[in-house]
């Protein structure tokens, strides 16, 4: 998997979620990380920087998940949202995919797992 001079949007209203993340994709290539506390930021920094992946936590103040990722996809439809969550119930994450989401990872994470979506993402690049 060749992740050179990719951006990764990372949005986490934790600090140390956003590092564990970063920490485990650190291992997968290089690239560029974006990161955003919470959900109106998350939004912005995409429209500003046009990541290649984004890893969205669904709980965070200002806007969730999902709505940012609503307001994501409808400026850009394709756009490439994993949802990263601990507190999703069956109806949020059912409702991100529907917003255009198009996995979930259930915190804690699994390297592996998350190793697979990223490389899923980025096949063939």
């Given amino acids: 998997m060749i992740l050179d001079n990719a951006k990764i949007l990372i949005g986490d209203d934790s600090i ?27 939004i912005d ?12 936590d669904i709980v ?3 806007k969730d998940g999902i709505a940012a990722v609503e307001e994501i996809i409808d400026a850009d439809p394709g756009a490439y949202i994993i949802m990263v969550s601990s507190m999703g119930t069956q109806t949020q994450l059912r409702r991100a995919i529907e ?21 899923k993402r980025f096949e063939g690049r």
Avoid: H, W, Y
């Fill in 45 to 56: 920094l995409f429209l500003s920087e046009k990541p290649d992946l984004v890893l969205l």
């Fill in 16 to 42: 140390f979620a956003r590092k564990q993340i970063k920490d485990m994709i650190c291992s997968f290539g290089n690239f560029t990380f974006i990161e955003a506390a919470d959900g109106q930021e998350v």
């Fill in 99 to 119: 917003a255009g989401a198009r996995d979930f990872i259930q915190k804690p994470i699994n390297t592996e797992q998350l190793k697979t979506i990223i490389s």
């Fill in 60 to 62: 965070m103040p200002v």
